[in-house]
């Protein structure tokens, strides 16, 4: 079985500082992707970043970044000059193929607040 | 647009009381999967459907049901059965093995039993 943990609940910054959201993961499956999704208030999931489990190399897109270490079995991500538009609730998810559907296990996700 | 769509944003029902929830979808994608989500917690998965008049129950399907006649629809009912139906719903699809995983979600419908 998946397992996802997000360890932080909620985590407040004032805006312009750099945070980092954690995630770690277990399977046992060698195939298998991960996903961070944002949730604003409106309650959309807003998908973020895929990365599949033979690409280890970090990826960066503006304001964003992630790190993934299959040693740690971790998929961090971090916001540099947080602002007030990044408060969400931050979900990591798992998935394995099984057929032709994917089946995501999320994690309980993580609140960042961004103040002024 | 392409996309997935729920209706109603909200509902309300009475206890006691089926209520079904509209899920569509015009990505052309093969599988649809239902969530539920309550405060706090991450989403959790109801059912999924790999193809037409095809089902698979989630982690947590007791009190719930789903149907798949067509390709673009999988709506949910959530039956008297339900203990604690009042949550935030969330409908999502995804290609199936033509893809890599990634879901596509909807809106969600805010379901409050009074």
């Known amino acids: 079985a998946q397992k996802v943990t997000q360890a932080q609940t909620e985590i407040s910054v004032v805006e312009k500082e750099d945070v980092t959201l954690d995630c770690v993961y277990e399977t046992r499956d060698t195939t298998y992707y991960l996903f961070w999704y944002k949730q604003p208030p409106s309650g959309e999931l807003v998908f973020l970043i895929r990365r599949n489990s033979f690409d280890e190399q970090n990826e960066i897109s503006g304001r964003y970044s992630w790190n993934f270490q299959k040693s740690t079995s971790s998929f961090n991500f971090t916001i540099t000059a947080s602002q007030v538009v990044d408060s969400a609730v931050y979900f990591c998810?798992?998935?394995?193929?099984?057929?032709?559907?994917?089946?995501?296990?999320f994690g309980t996700g993580t609140r960042l607040q961004v103040t002024l | 647009d392409g996309g997935i769509t729920q209706s109603p944003k909200y509902l309300f029902r009475k206890e006691g009381q089926n209520v079904t929830l509209s899920c569509e979808q015009n990505l052309n994608h093969d599988a649809m999967y239902w969530y539920r989500q309550d405060p706090g917690q991450g989403l959790r998965l109801i059912y999924y459907s790999q193809i037409v008049n095809d089902f698979q129950k989630g982690d947590i399907a007791e009190g719930y049901s789903v149907s798949r006649e067509k390709k673009e629809s999988f709506p949910l009912t959530v039956t008297s059965a339900q203990k604690n139906p009042t949550a935030f719903y969330l409908c999502?699809?995804?290609?199936?093995?033509?893809?890599?995983?990634?879901?596509?979600f909807g809106p969600g419908t805010r379901l409050t039993v009074l």
């Open positions: 999502a699809s995804s290609p199936g093995l033509a893809g890599d995983g990634e879901q596509f």
């Open positions: 998810a798992l998935t394995i193929l099984a057929g032709t559907a994917s089946k995501l296990t």
